[in-house]
T-cell receptor
C-alpha cells in the first residue's frame, strides 16, 4: 500500500462549485497532516494544516478521520484561481513528511 | 516570512559532470530537505538533515550526496550526473524538532537538465 494515496484527477468543475478531495495514509502513527497547493511549474505551498477536530479557513475545510486513516479537503464556491494541484501530506515514520502525488483541479468559467 | 532560496532556477549539465545545488534558508530552521519531483511520481525525498553536519538518507539517495556545514545551508551534490537525474529539485526547511513533523517551506526549485 502506498504511504499517501490520492485520486490524481483531474477534477474539472465550474466556478462556484463545491469540490472535495480525499486522501488515505498508511502510517497509523502519523501525527501531522497538511494540504499543500502547487501551481504549474511552481513550488508547493502550505494551504492548511489538518487538525483532529477538523478545521476551516475561509472556503476551505479540512477533516481527519484517524480510524479510517483518511484526510479530506473541501473547497466551497470554487474560484478560477483555485485551479492547481493539491497535495495531501502525512507524517512519516522517520520524522519526515510523506507527500501524495497530488490531485489536479481545474475550475472553469 | 520564511525564505528558502535555491541558487539556480534552471541548470543544464553534461553527463558525468559534478553538480552542486545550493539551498539557503533564513529562518534558523533545524531541518532541511532535498526532494525531486517528476511527472507521475510526485515528490520523492532524497536526503534530509536535522542538524549541522547531520544527514539522513531519504527514499532515493543513490547517486546523490549532501553537505550541511552551516545551519542555514544545505547542498545537494550529484557526483557524476546522469540523464535519469534530469528533474525538478526542491529544497525545503522546517523548524521544531524532526519528530514534530512541522510543515515544510519550499524554495522555488531548480530545474536540472542533464544531456
Amino acid at each position: 500500500r502506498k504511504e499517501v494515496e490520492q485520486d490524481p484527477g483531474p477534477f474539472n468543475v465550474p466556478e462556484g462549485a463545491t469540490v472535495a478531495f480525499n486522501c488515505t495514509y498508511s502510517n497509523s502513527a502519523s501525527q501531522s497532516f497538511f494540504w499543500y497547493r502547487q501551481d504549474c511549474r511552481k513550488e508547493p505551498k502550505l494551504l492548511m494544516s489538518v487538525y483532529s477536530s477538523g478545521n476551516e479557513d475561509g472556503r476551505f475545510t479540512a477533516q481527519l478521520n484517524r480510524a479510517s486513516q483518511y484526510i479530506s479537503l473541501l473547497i466551497r464556491d470554487s474560484k478560477l484561481s483555485d485551479s492547481a494541484t493539491y497535495l495531501c501530506v502525512a507524517g512519516g515514520s522517520q520524522g519526515n513528511l510523506i507527500f501524495g502525488k497530488g490531485t489536479k483541479l481545474s475550475v472553469k468559467p | 516570512d520564511v525564505k528558502v532560496t535555491q541558487s539556480s532556477r534552471y541548470l543544464v549539465k553534461r553527463t558525468g559532470e559534478k553538480v552542486f545545488l545550493e539551498c539557503v534558508q533564513d529562518m534558523d530552521h533545524e531541518n532541511m530537505f532535498w526532494y525531486r519531483q517528476d511527472p507521475g511520481l510526485g515528490l520523492r525525498l532524497i536526503y534530509f538533515s536535522y542538524d549541522v553536519k547531520m544527514k539522513e538518507k531519504g527514499d532515493i539517495p543513490e547517486g546523490y550526496s549532501v553537505s550541511r556545514e552551516k545551519k542555514e545551508r544545505f547542498s545537494l551534490i550529484l557526483e557524476s550526473a546522469s540523464t535519469n537525474q534530469t528533474s525538478m529539485y526542491l529544497c525545503a526547511s522546517s523548524g521544531l524538532g524532526i519528530l514534530n513533523n512541522s510543515p515544510l517551506h519550499f524554495g522555488n526549485g531548480t530545474r536540472l537538465t542533464v544531456t
